[in-house]
C-alpha cells in the first residue's frame, strides 16, 4: 500500500518543514512569477502537498505528476488541486525518459517513500542526461539499510550485490549502519550524477559544461528514517552569477558531507507562542532566556533552527 | 655530447605497414573502404546535387586479380599528392579531397591494397589530370627510405594499361593476391557476404542510385525500417555536438531478435549495424555499469538509429575500420546518454507488451519507413516516443513469488486449523494476516 493511506502528509512536521525550505531555496533561485518555462515534476501523492505550494508560492503552473497506482485514478483526479497539474501514470522509470526535457528548466523532486532502490539510479540518469542547465534535482527516500541487517549484523555482501555497478566493491558493514547510512546513500548519489555528467560534458566547451551544485542534504525521522538529497544544475559560465546569489549563506544549505537533522520540537501551542516571542534570536541568548526554560532545553534548541517554518496544526470542530 | 647520441630512432618501417596495419580488418571491410573511396567521389562529384543517377562501381572478384571500377570523378593529383596516398591524415592537408566524407584516416585505401596483394595498379582521371601509379610491393618494399610511388602521366600511360575510357574515376586493380585472399574472393559465401555488406553499409549511396556490381550482379540496398500508424511514431531528437550534427531515431520494426538494436552511422555510412552491446548501452557483463538495459529477446522489436555527420569526417566517432564506434569519443560520449533516454522510451514500452501475439496486433496495419527515405526530409516527429496503451500490465509485474519450506507437520496442521488444503493457500493466508496485525497494507 501507498504511503498516502498510512500517513497524512500534513501531520508530519518534518516532512512539513524540508518542503517549506525547499520551496524557499526555490524561491531564492527562481524568484516568484518569473519563470514561465520552468516546470516542477513531482510524486504528489493524493495529498499533492509540494503542488499546492509550488503553484502557490513559485506561480508555476506547468507542472507533473508521477503516480503509480493507476487504480486509484478517479481518487487522484478528484483530490488534483489545480487544474494545471498534469498526471502521469506509471512508475517514475517509465514515464520520465518519456517527459519532454527539451521544454524547459525543470525541477525535479523524487518524493519516494521507500528505501534506496537500484531503480532510483536510473531515474537520476534520466535527469543528468536531459535536464537543461538551471534545473534542481531533489530525491527523498528511506535511508534506513534495516532490510540487510541479520542476527543484528548488515550483510554487506548482500547489499553490493543488489546494488552492483552502483556502490563502491569496498562497502563495508559500519557503513550500513544508521549512523553512517546517509554519507553513504549521498556519496552513491553524488557519484552517480558526476558519471552521468562526465559523459554527457564530454564533448562541450568548458562554459557549456554542466556542474552540479549540491544544496540540499537534510535527514529526519517522523516515522521511517529519511533522507534529501538535491542540487542545482548549472553550465559553468553561470557559475559566477549563483555564487553572487550567496545560496550557500542559507543556514538550511548544505552543499559539503555535513547534513542537516532536521529534528521537530513536540511542544504545545502556548510554548510555541511564548518561544516565538524571543525569536529571532542568537543561540545562545536564545537558549538562556530564564522565562522558558520550564521548556526543555533539548525542544528549544530543535524550535529554534526550524521555527520559520514548523508547522502549526490545530483541529477544528464544527 | 652530441644531438644525435640520446636520440632513439622510432620510425614506423614499411612492413609495418604491410603485415600489422592489415591485421586489423576483415577482407570484406577492406573491400568496402575501397568503395567508400568511390562514395567520396560521388559526394565530390554531386555537391549539392542529391543523386547519384548515372554513377557506378563495378567491383571483379577473381581467384588472380581482384578490381574496381568507378565513374565516380577520380581523383586530381593535387590530392593524390597531398592527401590520398599519404599514410595518415596530414595535419594541416594542403588538398582538402571532400566535405562529409567518410575516408578519415588516411588508411583505408592503403590497408585494402596491402592486404590483398602484391601489386596494385591505380589509374585516375580527373578533369585534366590523367595518371596511373603501379607499385610491387617486393620491390617497394626492399629501400626503407623511400617511401614514394612514382606515377605516369597522359600519353606515357600504356595503352593496354588504360581502362578508364576517356571518363572521370578510378581503376584499382590488384594482382599478385595473397593465396587465402584468392580463395576467398572467388568463394561464394564470401561474395554473397560481401554483397549483403555493402548493401548495408553503403545503403543511402544506393537509395541516391549509385549503382554497385559485383561480378555483374547489382547489389541491393538493405536499410532498416520504422513500423509507423496512428499513436506508433518513432521519436526523433537533433542536437549538434561539437559541429557534428546528431540525429537520433528509435521506435519499433518487426520481430527480429537479429535486426534489433542500434544502428550507428557516420556521414551515413553504417559503421554499426544491429548493436546490442554495451556501447550503444546494452549490459553484457555483471560488471557493467550505469544507465543500460540487458538485452532479452522481448526487445526484439527495438530499433534505434543515431546518425554522425560533420563537414570534416575527422571528427565523427567512427574506427579506423568503419565497423564501430569510438566510445571514448567525446561526440559519442555526449550523444550516448541522450541515445539511452530515448531508448528507455522504447523498451519501457516493449517491456509492457504481453506476449509476441500482442507485439504483433500492435504493429498490425501499420506503415513501413525505411530509416534513410526520413532522414532526409524528417517529417513531424515529436521528440518523445509515440505509442499506443497496452493491455494491462502483466499480472507478472504487479505481483511475485515467494517461496519457502517448513515444517511438514506443522503446515498440515495449519491447513486443518486454517480449512484449506493447498500448502499455497496456508503462505498467502499466513502473509495476509502478518500484514493485518502489523498495519501493513
Known amino acids: ?318 | 655530447m652530441s644531438k644525435d647520441q640520446n636520440v632513439i630512432k622510432a620510425n614506423p618501417t614499411k612492413s609495418f605497414f604491410i603485415d600489422m596495419l592489415t591485421r586489423d580488418i576483415r577482407l570484406d571491410r577492406a573491400i568496402i573502404d575501397l568503395a567508400d573511396n568511390c562514395i567520396d567521389g560521388a559526394k565530390n562529384l554531386k555537391k549539392s546535387n542529391q543523386n547519384y543517377d548515372g554513377l557506378e562501381v563495378d567491383i571483379t572478384l577473381s581467384k588472380s586479380q581482384f578490381r574496381i571500377w568507378d565513374n565516380c570523378g577520380g581523383f586530381s593529383l593535387d590530392v593524390a599528392k597531398n592527401y590520398a596516398f599519404m599514410f595518415g591524415r596530414p595535419n594541416d592537408p594542403k588538398a582538402k579531397f571532400v566535405d562529409h566524407s567518410i575516408g578519415r584516416f588516411g588508411v583505408g585505401m592503403k590497408r585494402a591494397l596491402f592486404k590483398m596483394g602484391k601489386h596494385f595498379l591505380i589509374e585516375s582521371r580527373n578533369a585534366e589530370d590523367y595518371f596511373l601509379i603501379e607499385i610491387n610491393v617486393d620491390e617497394w618494399i626492399k629501400d626503407e627510405d623511400d617511401w614514394m610511388f612514382s606515377y605516369l602521366e597522359h600519353d606515357d600511360i600504356p595503352t593496354e594499361k588504360r581502362l578508364l575510357n576517356g571518363q572521370d574515376g578510378t581503376v584499382i586493380t590488384i594482382s599478385d593476391l595473397y593465396p587465402t585472399i584468392s580463395d576467398e574472393l572467388c568463394n561464394r559465401e564470401f561474395q554473397a557476404k560481401l554483397s549483403r555488406e555493402l548493401g548495408l553499409a553503403l545503403s543511402y549511396s544506393i537509395l541516391k542510385n549509385l549503382e554497385i556490381r559485383i561480378n555483374d550482379q547489382p547489389i541491393n540496398r538493405t536499410d532498416i525500417s520504422f513500423l509507423e500508424k496512428d499513436g506508433l511514431k518513432p521519436l526523433y531528437i537533433q542536437k549538434t555536438i561539437s559541429d557534428v550534427d546528431v540525429r537520433i531515431y528509435a521506435g519499433v520494426g518487426s520481430y527480429s531478435p537479429s535486426h534489433a538494436g542500434w544502428y550507428v552511422f557516420c556521414n551515413d555510412r553504417m559503421v554499426l549495424e544491429a548493436d546490442k552491446s554495451f556501447t550503444t548501452g546494452w549490459k553484457e557483463t555483471k560488471e557493467d555499469e550505469g544507465n543500460i538495459i540487458k538485452y532479452h529477446n522481448d526487445y526484439a522489436m527495438f530499433r534505434g538509429a543515431i546518425f554522425f555527420s560533420a563537414k570534416d569526417s575527422s571528427k565523427l566517432p567512427m574506427t579506423t575500420t568503419k565497423t564501430g564506434i569510438d566510445s571514448d569519443h567525446p561526440v559519442f560520449k555526449s550523444a550516448r546518454p541522450t541515445m539511452l533516454t530515448a531508448m528507455k522510451q522504447v523498451i519501457n514500452f516493449l517491456k509492457k507488451l504481453e506476449d509476441k501475439d500482442e507485439g504483433e496486433s500492435i504493429i498490425n496495419d501499420s506503415e513501413k519507413i525505411e530509416i534513410m527515405e526520413i532522414k532526409d526530409h524528417v517529417k513531424n516527429y515529436s521528440e518523445t516516443f509515440t505509442f499506443p496503451t497496452t493491455k494491462a500490465q502483466k499480472e507478472a509485474n504487479k505481483y511475485v513469488g515467494i517461496s519457502y519450506k517448513k515444517d511438514k507437520a506443522k503446515v498440515e496442521k495449519l491447513k486443518d486449523f486454517l480449512g484449506v488444503s493447498a500448502n499455497g493457500e496456508v503462505g498467502s493466508i499466513t502473509f495476509d494476516y502478518y500484514c493485518k496485525m502489523n498495519e501493513i497494507d
Not at chain 1, 520552468?38 to 513559485?58: Q, R, W
Open chain 1, 1 to 318: 500500500m501507498a504511503s498516502y493511506n498510512i500517513f497524512n502528509y500534513h501531520y508530519r512536521p518534518a516532512k512539513s518543514i524540508e518542503r517549506k525550505l525547499f520551496i524557499e531555496l526555490l524561491k531564492e533561485l527562481y524568484g516568484v512569477n518569473q519563470n514561465k518555462d520552468l516546470g516542477y515534476i513531482g510524486l504528489g501523492s493524493v495529498f499533492f502537498a509540494d503542488f499546492k505550494l509550488i503553484h502557490k508560492e513559485l506561480g508555476l503552473s506547468n507542472l507533473i505528476n508521477i503516480e503509480m497506482n493507476e487504480d486509484d485514478m478517479l481518487r487522484f483526479e478528484f483530490n488534483k488541486p489545480f487544474s494545471c497539474i498534469k498526471l502521469k501514470w506509471g512508475k517514475t522509470t517509465d514515464v520520465l525518459p518519456n517527459i519532454n526535457w527539451t521544454t524547459g528548466k525543470k525541477i525535479l523532486w523524487l518524493d519516494y517513500d521507500q528505501s534506496l532502490q537500484p531503480y532510483m539510479f536510473e531515474d537520476i540518469d534520466t535527469f543528468f542526461s536531459e535536464a537543461p542547465s538551471e534545473s534542481f534535482f531533489l530525491l527523498t527516500c528511506n535511508y534506513s539499510f534495516h532490510r540487510y541487517l541479520s542476527e543484528n549484523v548488515y550483510n554487506e555482501e548482500k547489499f553490493k550485490k543488489d546494488f552492483e555497478g552502483i556502490c563502491r566493491l569496498d562497502v563495508t558493514k559500519e557503513e550500513l549502519t544508521k549512523k553512517n547510512a546517509p554519507i553513504l546513500v549521498q556519496e552513491m548519489i553524488k557519484d552517480r550524477i558526476e558519471s552521468n555528467l562526465s559523459s554527457r560534458n564530454a564533448a562541450l566547451s568548458d562554459e557549456e559544461k554542466l556542474e552540479f551544485h549540491q544544496l540540499i542534504f537534510i535527514t529526519y525521522q517522523d516515522g521511517a528514517p529519511m533522507f534529501t538529497y538535491g542540487g542545482y544544475l548549472l553550465r559553468k559560465e553561470l557559475a559566477r552569477d549563483f555564487k553572487k546569489l550567496q545560496i550557500n549563506k542559507l543556514p538550511y544549505v548544505r552543499s559539503g558531507e555535513d547534513f542537516l537533522n532536521l529534528q521537530s520540537p513536540v511542544v504545545t501551542t502556548q510554548e510555541l507562542d511564548a518561544m516565538n516571542n524571543f525569536l529571532p534570536n542568537y543561540p545562545s541568548r536564545f537558549l538562556s532566556i530564564k522565562k522558558i526554560t520550564f521548556i526543555p532545553e533539548e525542544e528549544r534548541k530543535k524550535y529554534l533552527t526550524t521555527y520559520r517554518y514548523y508547522p502549526n496544526f490545530v483541529e477544528i470542530r464544527d
